[in-house]
T-cell receptor, first 123, second 110 residues
Framework: QLQLQESGPGLVKPSETLSLTCTVS??????????WGWIRQPPGEGLEWIGS???????YYNPSLKSRVTITLDTSKNQFSLNLNSVTAADTAVYYC???????????????WGQGTMFIVSS | QSVLTQPPSVSAAPGQKVTISCSGS????????VSWYQQLPGTAPKLLIY???KRPSGIPDRFSGSKSGTSATLGITGLQTGDEADYYC???????????FGGGTKLTVL
C-alpha cells in the first residue's frame, strides 16, 4: 500500500532555509488525480496546512506562508519536497507530508500521512 | 486562531457517546465537504471521516460524521480508552484558497 516518509535535517539556524523531502512508495506521484501536501504542527499546538502541489502543475500555498514556501515534485525519484526560507523559531514544528485528494473543488481529503519529522530552528 | 472552531476538550466514560463540534463559515464548511482526523498520542494524524460522513476502510462504524449549514459534528459511540486522542476537523476555505483545520479537540475517556 502507499507509504510516505519524510526526511531532512532536524536543525537549522534562523534565517536559513528548511528543506524536507517526502519519499513515496507503493504508488506514483505522477498522477493528476492527487495533490501532494505538507502540514505542520508546532509543539503542543494544532495542525497547519502549508501547501499542496500536483503532477499537473497546479499548486496551492497557505497565504500566510506563500512568500517563503516552494513545493516541488521529482517524478524520477518519486519524491516531493518542501523548501521554506528565512526560517524563525516560529517554524519549529513536526512536519508531515500527506497525499491530498482534491476533486470538484469541493472535496479535500488528506488520506495518507507520513510519520512526521521534527524540525527545530535554533542558533 | 484557527479558521474552524472546535472545543478544546471533551470527556465521557467508557461505553458512552460523545460529540465534537466544528464551526466555520460559508467560505469553508458551508460550501465544502468536511474531513475528520484522529491523532493518537505521539503519532501522525489519521483520516477518520471524509466527505462529511464517509468512513475509510477499516474505520469502525462507532465513528460518524454529519454536517449542517456551517457546522460539522463528529460522533463516537461505545467509547473505549483507545479512543483517547486529539481530533481535528478540516476542509477548504474558498476565500483563502487554502486548506484549513480546526484547533483540535482532546478526548478523554474517563
Amino acid at each position: 500500500q502507499l507509504q510516505l516518509q519524510e526526511s531532512g535535517p532536524g536543525l537549522v539556524k534562523p534565517s536559513e532555509t528548511l528543506s524536507l523531502t517526502c519519499t513515496v512508495s507503493g504508488g506514483s506521484i505522477s498522477s493528476s488525480d492527487y495533490y501532494w501536501g505538507w502540514i505542520r504542527q508546532p509543539p503542543g499546538e494544532g495542525l497547519e496546512w502549508i501547501g499542496s502541489s500536483s503532477y499537473s502543475g497546479s499548486t496551492y500555498y497557505n497565504p500566510s506562508l506563500k512568500s517563503r514556501v516552494t513545493i516541488t515534485l521529482d517524478t524520477s525519484k518519486n519524491q516531493f519536497s518542501l523548501n521554506l526560507n528565512s526560517v524563525t523559531a516560529a517554524d519549529t514544528a513536526v512536519y508531515y507530508c500527506a497525499r491530498h485528494i482534491r476533486y470538484q473543488l469541493l472535496h479535500d481529503i488528506f488520506d495518507i500521512w507520513g510519520q512526521g519529522t521534527m524540525f527545530i530552528v535554533s542558533s | 486562531q484557527s479558521v474552524l472552531t472546535q472545543p478544546p476538550s471533551v470527556s465521557a466514560a467508557p461505553g458512552q457517546k460523545v460529540t465534537i463540534s466544528c464551526s466555520g463559515s460559508s467560505s469553508n464548511i458551508g460550501n465544502n465537504y468536511v474531513s475528520w482526523y484522529q491523532q493518537l498520542p505521539g503519532t501522525a494524524p489519521k483520516l477518520l471521516i471524509y466527505d462529511n460522513n464517509k468512513r475509510p476502510s477499516g474505520i469502525p462504524d462507532r465513528f460518524s460524521g454529519s454536517k449542517s449549514g456551517t457546522s460539522a459534528t463528529l460522533g463516537i459511540t461505545g467509547l473505549q480508552t483507545g479512543d483517547e486522542a486529539d481530533y481535528y476537523c478540516g476542509t477548504w476555505d474558498n476565500s483563502l484558497s487554502a486548506g484549513v483545520f480546526g484547533g483540535g479537540t482532546k478526548l478523554t475517556v474517563l
